[in-house]
Protein backbone atom coordinates (compact mmCIF):
# COMPACT_ATOMS: atom_id res chain seq x y z
CA UNK A 1 0.00 0.00 0.00
CA UNK A 2 1.05 3.86 -0.82
CA UNK A 3 -0.83 7.16 0.53
CA UNK A 4 -0.53 10.27 -0.29
CA UNK A 5 -1.93 13.67 1.59
CA UNK A 6 -3.79 15.62 -0.67
CA UNK A 7 -3.34 19.94 -0.21
CA UNK A 8 -6.50 20.16 1.71
CA UNK A 9 -4.88 17.48 4.15
CA UNK A 10 -7.15 14.41 3.36
CA UNK A 11 -4.51 10.86 3.64
CA UNK A 12 -5.63 8.21 1.09
CA UNK A 13 -4.23 4.95 1.40
CA UNK A 14 -4.02 3.12 -1.90
CA UNK A 15 -2.56 0.07 -4.19
CA UNK A 16 -0.22 1.96 -6.65
CA UNK A 17 -1.71 -0.08 -9.38
CA UNK A 18 -4.58 1.91 -9.27
CA UNK A 19 -3.21 5.19 -10.14
CA UNK A 20 -4.82 6.26 -13.93
CA UNK A 21 -2.90 9.04 -14.59
CA UNK A 22 -1.06 12.16 -12.72
CA UNK A 23 -0.76 15.53 -14.50
CA UNK A 24 1.43 18.34 -13.50
CA UNK A 25 -1.69 20.56 -14.64
CA UNK A 26 -5.06 20.78 -13.05
CA UNK A 27 -7.11 20.34 -15.90
CA UNK A 28 -9.99 22.04 -14.53
CA UNK A 29 -8.49 24.70 -13.28
CA UNK A 30 -5.23 24.90 -15.31
CA UNK A 31 -3.25 26.14 -12.56
CA UNK A 32 0.45 23.95 -12.37
CA UNK A 33 -0.38 21.64 -9.54
CA UNK A 34 0.17 17.30 -9.26
CA UNK A 35 -2.93 16.00 -10.00
CA UNK A 36 -4.05 12.24 -9.03
CA UNK A 37 -7.07 10.59 -11.10
CA UNK A 38 -8.31 6.85 -10.73
CA UNK A 39 -8.43 6.55 -6.75
CA UNK A 40 -11.81 8.68 -6.25
CA UNK A 41 -14.10 9.61 -8.73
CA UNK A 42 -12.75 12.99 -8.94
CA UNK A 43 -8.71 14.19 -8.82
CA UNK A 44 -6.34 14.45 -5.95
CA UNK A 45 -4.23 17.52 -5.52
CA UNK A 46 -0.72 16.92 -3.77
CA UNK A 47 2.06 19.21 -2.90
CA UNK A 48 4.73 16.79 -4.77
CA UNK A 49 6.42 16.86 -7.91
CA UNK A 50 4.64 14.26 -10.52
CA UNK A 51 8.34 12.28 -10.46
CA UNK A 52 8.63 12.26 -6.65
CA UNK A 53 5.40 11.05 -6.39
CA UNK A 54 5.43 8.50 -8.90
CA UNK A 55 9.19 7.22 -7.71
CA UNK A 56 7.92 7.57 -4.33
CA UNK A 57 4.92 4.93 -5.11
CA UNK A 58 7.33 2.50 -6.76
CA UNK A 59 5.17 2.56 -9.83
CA UNK A 60 7.42 5.10 -12.59
CA UNK A 61 8.17 2.63 -15.10
CA UNK A 62 4.25 1.99 -15.82
CA UNK A 63 3.58 5.38 -16.78
CA UNK A 64 4.14 7.05 -20.65
CA UNK A 65 4.40 10.83 -20.55
CA UNK A 66 1.54 12.55 -23.35
CA UNK A 67 1.70 16.25 -23.76
CA UNK A 68 -2.04 17.87 -23.69
CA UNK A 69 -2.42 20.57 -26.47
CA UNK A 70 -2.08 23.49 -23.80
CA UNK A 71 1.42 22.60 -23.25
CA UNK A 72 1.19 20.43 -20.06
CA UNK A 73 1.53 17.17 -19.33
CA UNK A 74 0.01 14.22 -18.22
CA UNK A 75 1.55 10.57 -17.55
CA UNK A 76 -1.01 7.50 -18.05
CA UNK A 77 -0.81 4.36 -16.46
CA UNK A 78 0.23 2.44 -19.36
CA UNK A 79 -1.84 -1.03 -17.79
CA UNK A 80 -5.13 1.36 -17.13
CA UNK A 81 -5.81 1.80 -21.18
CA UNK A 82 -8.27 -0.78 -22.50
CA UNK A 83 -9.46 1.10 -25.70
CA UNK A 84 -7.46 3.10 -28.01
CA UNK A 85 -9.53 4.89 -31.11
CA UNK A 86 -8.66 6.81 -33.61
CA UNK A 87 -10.64 10.63 -33.56
CA UNK A 88 -13.92 11.25 -35.35
CA UNK A 89 -13.38 14.09 -38.09
CA UNK A 90 -13.27 17.81 -35.77
CA UNK A 91 -13.31 15.70 -32.62
CA UNK A 92 -9.93 18.02 -31.69
CA UNK A 93 -8.29 21.16 -32.40
CA UNK A 94 -6.50 21.15 -35.80
CA UNK A 95 -2.66 19.57 -35.47
CA UNK A 96 -3.77 17.68 -32.61
Not at 22 to 51: F, N, Q, S
Not at 65 to 89: E, G, Q, Y
Request: aromatic letters at 8%.
Amino acid sequence: MADLTTIGGLKVHFDPNAVAAVADHDADTGEAVTTVYGLTAGRLRIDETVGGFLGRIGNEQNFARFTRLNDTFVWINCKAVKVVRSPVPEEFAPGA
